[in-house]
Structures are given as C-alpha cells and as structure tokens.
C-alpha cells in the first residue's frame, strides 16, 4: 500500500518563475493538504481541498494556488516566485470531510530553492 | 492567534536518559493534539494523538503524553531514550472550528548520544 507520494523530490526555481508541485495521496484517503515547511520551523498550513474545492486555505497570499482531480490527487501552484518561498513543501492526506478526526499522513515533501 | 509552543528548541540527552518536551496551545477550546517526529532523512510520522477520554495517551517507540486541559499543555514523555530516538519533533493542534488544519509548533531538535 503506497503511503502518500509527491513529486518532484527537488526543484530549483529562479525568481519570477512558476512552479507545480503534484501530489498523491495515500489510497483510500479523499482529502488533500498542504503545508510549507521553512528550515528550522514547524510545517504551517496553506490550504485543504476536498471534493475537488478549496475548503480551507492558510494565511497564504493568492500567488498560492491549488487543484485537486476527481482521482483525489492535488497540485499546488506558485506563482511570481520570491526567494522566501524556498522551503519544503508537504503534502498531507486523509480520510473523511475536513474536521473529522482522522489522522493525516504526510508525504517525503518536494524541496523547493528559488535563486 | 490560535498558535502552539514548544518550549525546547535544541535538547542532548545521553542514552537511556528521561525526556520530556514541553507543548503548549494557545486556546482553551475543544482541541485535538498530536505529536509528529521527522527522522532524518525521512517524512513526518504520527507518534501519538489525543481526541477526548483518557488524559495519558500511549503512542508508539514508548513514547506517551499527557493532556492537562488547565494548562493548556500536552507534554510528550519517554522514560529511557535510544539512540535511534535522534529526530525532531512537532507539536501539533487541530482546533474543530478549523476543520482539518493542523497548527504545528515550530520543533524541538532531539540528540541522543550513544
């Protein structure tokens, strides 16, 4: 049973740029978030989707967008890249509508570098 | 702001010491915590959840936490640490009113030195 995959493992990306990370989740699970992990902080929240929608999005401005396909498997786009969004980017995975209590299980993460 | 802290940024323990980190949240809602580890080199891992009933909660790799709702904390445990324990740790709290948003506290560094 394949646990959650992202891909790609890295990217390098210069200012400007345009980046899609993809995502997909662990089987059997409908809901789908995502997370960027700064080096030395805890992974902060940027949105979740279920059903396809967006269902709750972080304190993120709008450069962060996503999608999630009818196969639950989501992507996250940034756009205009800064240097501050270098970071890694993990993707989370459960089972249920948002708030019910099921356990999200995270993937490796893709490592995102801007210069 | 909902908001969660973890006390140690940085702990060194010898092997079979004690430990104990320390986790606060900041609201005094109805909460559900987690405690996450990140071996290195790997993903993050569910090491214990609490949702309601029993305070103490029992995780996996004898690790354990207790939920006192009076100070807002939930402080991980484990009475002799390995080795292999070396990781970091993450704090995290779901707050219902949030849905499936996880609000992770920033880490604490654990190395056990053999």
């Known amino acids: 049973d394949a646990g959650v995959t992202q891909s790609p493992t890295h990217l390098i990306k210069t200012r400007g740029q345009q980046v899609t990370l993809r995502c997909s989740p662990k089987?059997?699970?409908?809901?789908v978030s995502w997370y960027q992990q700064a080096l030395g902080q805890g992974p902060q929240f940027i949105f979740q989707?279920?059903?396809?929608?967006?269902?709750q999005r972080g304190n993120f401005p709008d450069r962060f967008s996503g999608h999630q396909f009818p196969n639950y498997s989501s992507e996250l786009n940034v756009n205009a890249l800064l240097l501050g969004d270098s970071a890694l980017y993990l993707c989370?995975?459960?089972?249920?509508?948002?708030?019910?209590?099921?356990?999200?299980?995270f993937g490796p993460g893709t490592r995102l570098t801007v210069l | 702001a909902q908001s969660v802290s973890q006390h140690n940024h940085h702990v060194i323990l010898s092997e079979a010491a004690s430990l104990e980190l320390g986790c606060n949240y900041s609201?005094?809602?109805?909460?559900?915590l987690f405690w996450y580890v990140q071996y290195p080199g790997q993903h993050l891992q569910l090491l214990l959840k609490?949702?309601?009933?029993?305070?103490l909660v029992k995780g996996i790799k004898g690790f354990e936490a207790e939920f006192i709702k009076s100070k807002f904390s939930f402080n991980l445990r484990k009475p002799s640490v390995q080795w292999s324990d070396t990781a970091e740790y993450f704090c995290?709290?779901?707050?219902?009113?949030?849905?499936?948003?996880?609000?992770f506290g920033q880490g604490t560094t654990l190395q056990v030195k053999p």
């Open positions: 989370a995975s459960s089972w249920g509508a948002p708030g019910t209590n099921n356990e999200q299980f």
């Open positions: 089987s059997g699970h409908d809901t």
């Open positions: 989707y279920y059903e396809e929608e967006e269902r």
């Open positions: 609201y005094g809602g109805t909460v559900n």
């Open positions: 609490y949702f309601s009933g029993d305070p």
């Open positions: 995290a709290v779901n707050y219902p009113s949030n849905t499936g948003k996880l609000i």
